[in-house]
């Protein structure tokens, strides 16, 4: 915690400034050097400036100093506008100087390969030592719109003025720090923070967000990535939000590098890097976006602040085909419709034409034209259905006749009564222009509309994870991949269910035990070097008396004696039938740590690809919701006649194996379960297989 407040105590003098040299200050405002400068001077920045160009006595009206060693103080922030040899001295004479912070707007560090990165890293150390801290190198820099202390070179500021507000963006690129920016000031909404931190050496995205949680006029922080480090900052950054009633959207950029191909486990292959992300963004709340326009599409949402509930929504147009363009976006999306209540359903059939649809969505037809009356009252009754959290307002074409003004103040009025998110959309860039004036969100089409309030009622849902790791870590003497029987044994000693087996090394001496189980029995060659029996002819299925496991088990030691195990054990199972096949797997990234893997099991599982991730340690409540994000989920409830399944005994399977991992991280590089046999009660591990890291 105390190098915690430590880099807040940094960054706070980094976006609140007493005084900021410029190292390569310029009297061009449209070069690196004198970008910063003329934006502090235009956007009222309060602070002492102090431009430093051995070639010049003045820069944009002010003294200019020859060297740092000129300055008759040391300036809280350093800008390195010079490149090259200069910008590494400079950087060395700022951290010798005493300066907090240097934003590093040079590049040529790690970006150009692995001399730059040792350069770079060399830097951060000594400047480290110093008690100086870094942002970049390769930095397009900071912005506090709110005190004018614009340490940023971007050309945007020049284009698109800016305004205060409750949102922050945090981004290793300068350009993805820009783009949001713009779209929200276009859209009227005021931005306070801004950083483009580039190569992150050390003051990078997760330090900036930690610290610009903490102002309590931040509503919402905007991530941009396209690596992730210091995760625990990030964490503690969402945990911090949550109870400030602020929300963190997050962008990463780039394709991830799946898990190696010769994995045992496909289990990893299936996940990848970026599904550790995602477990560990759902862990904590932080939602995901995919695209820039995702980034900043619920903005206006998250800016009112109005609870969603459940998110059950209300549709409500002047036109049919707006209602069924919502209906097909909400279903595709997964946002609910209310189903309006039956004395709501009847008050409308007085309020709305005989030819109108009073079900949800909402017709109020072209009759809207000549009754002004009719919206606010339809407007009221619906904003008294226990069911109704959140509301669309469609306006699909106005124009004389149409009190647009009017209609936009109505909804203002009854959006802060009732305290529940509302929208609007339309076409009509004059349209929304009113209603955005009078407080309501606005969207030009239905699926921006329907995308956004979806997002925001699941965001507003999550409560984000606060479990403990489990405290008795396990270092193991196993190297390598198990065999089936060893993989079983530990997972059975951590509570996951398995197939009720025996090992042995003899045909006569699976006889002896298949007698013992009765009938229909399984009998599998066991190899850790051989993980996929079924394509070596090492499983043996529904076997009916002691003579066919004989037979089989002879099978099955011939099989691995041809590849190259002479000496392979035998496992002895008894045959279980579940209702369907699911999977289990486990991925310890490096980063996150432990990722479980839930899924749809079997033989297909990598066509099918359904599955989902949560990073552990996780509650079986949080298991259950995130199954239930499975396309094959439906099943577990009972599908076309079939019982339900147990899907709370899959989730406590989930639960134990990802404690499991947990206590096994530190030397744990995968599990795969499959197939995991989930029954009307209870489930059972039919086949695993776990991976250690080999001994140094």
Known sequence: MAHNNKIIAAALSLFDPSSVAIIGASDDANKVGGRPIHYMLKFGYTGTILPINPKRESVQGLRCYCDLAALDSVPDVAIIAVSGLAAVEAIKACALLGV??????????AETGASGRQLQNELVDFARHHGMR??????????????GAVLNFSTMFM?????DGPIAIVSQSGAASVMPYALLREQGYGVRYL???GNDADLGVSELTRVLVEDPHIRLILVYVETLSNPHLLAEAAQIARQNGCRIVLLKGGVSHKGAAAAASHTGAMVGQDGALDGFLDKHGIWRAHDIHELINAAPLYLGGFAPRAGRTVVMSHSGAVGVLCADAAERVGLPLTELAMPTLERLKGLIPDFASAANPLDLTAALLGNGGMFPAVLDVLGQDP????????????GPGYDVPGLAQITARFMHHIGKPVVMTAPQADVRAQFQQAGVPC????SEAISALRQYARHCQWQGSTLAAPSSAVVTSYAGLLDEADSLALLAGAGVPVVEHRVCHDADSAARIAAEFGDRIVVKGCAAQIPHKSEHGLVHLNLADPRAVQGAARLCLSALDKLGVPHGRLVVARSVKGLHEFMLGVVVDPLFGPLVVIGEGGTLVEIRNDTVSLLAPFTEAQALQTIDRLRIAPVLKGARGQPSLDANALARAAVALGDFALQHQANLLSVDINPVMVMADGV???DAVIEYREAP
């Open 443 to 446: 969207f030009r089409n239905e």
């Open 387 to 398: 069911q109704a959290d959140m509301f669309l307002i469609g306006i699909p074409v106005a």
């Open 195 to 197: 950083a483009a931190t």
């Open 684 to 686: 059972v591990a039919v």
């Open 100 to 109: 907090k912070t240097a934003v590093v707007m040079a590049s040529g560090f």
């Open 134 to 147: 870094l942002i970049g190198p390769n930095a397009q820099g900071i912005a506090n719109f709110a005190n």
């Open 159 to 163: 284009e698109v003025a800016p305004a």
